[in-house]
């Protein structure tokens, strides 16, 4: 049973930086595509990151996706907050290498992580 269970969030000023970790349980990252996505409040989900497809035009030079294969975890560091940031914020995971930044691509979710970004 796939889990993916997301940490990190919480409530900064503009400017600056939080850490998200999504720890995958059932689902091996190294070999597979997990990614984020985030859902401002009113809007519809929209990606973030994923590894291969790259970033989204919003966060492009301020985001940055990684894994640590050993802990089977994925990170998203984000620098440089705004208050357009602001969202729920969701790792997603998907059998296989093709990682498009469409969420309905994915097949698994957590929970998600609320970030707020004040300015």
């Known amino acids: 049973q796939v889990q993916l269970v997301e940490s990190g969030g919480g409530s900064v000023q503009s400017g600056g930086s939080l850490r998200l970790s999504c720890a995958a349980s059932?689902?091996?990252?190294?070999?597979?595509?997990i990614g984020w996505f985030r859902q401002p409040p009113g809007k519809e989900r929209e990606a973030v990151a994923t590894f291969y497809a790259g970033y989204a035009d919003s966060v492009k030079g301020r985001f940055t996706i990684s894994q640590d294969n050993a802990k089977n975890t994925v990170y998203l560091q984000m620098n440089s907050l705004k208050p357009d940031d602001t969202a729920m914020y969701y790792c997603?995971?998907?059998?296989?290498?093709?990682?498009?930044?469409?969420?309905?691509?994915?097949?698994?979710w957590g929970q998600g992580t609320q970030v707020t970004v004040s300015s």
């Open positions: 059932g689902y091996t990252v190294s070999t597979n595509c």
């Open positions: 997603a995971a998907r059998y296989g290498f093709d990682c498009p930044l469409d969420p309905r691509a994915y097949n698994y």
